[in-house]
């Protein structure tokens, strides 16, 4: 991981996904120092708050779009 990260808040879902998903792998496939594990495991941290967020965000603008008509969604089993 470089040592100057963007801003979690300046990232896409996308990109913050993706960084997001590079930090679980490390930490779960390497050993690495306490600090530098936890310094991961916070930014990871931020990261995933960002992507709630952005999910919270597009989640409301598609119930203002349908409005009543929004239909739940039901994963097929």
Not at 43 to 70: F, H, P, T
């Amino acid at each position: 991981m470089s040592t100057k990260q963007p801003s979690p808040e300046t990232l896409s879902y996308e990109k913050a996904l993706a960084e997001l998903e590079t930090i679980v792998m490390v930490l779960e496939g390497e050993k690495r120092p306490l600090d530098e594990a936890l310094a991961l495991f916070e930014r990871g941290q931020e990261l995933a708050r960002r992507c709630a967020s952005l999910l919270d965000q597009a989640e409301l603008k598609v119930q203002q779009i349908a409005g009543e008509d929004l239909i739940p969604f039901t994963p097929p089993a």
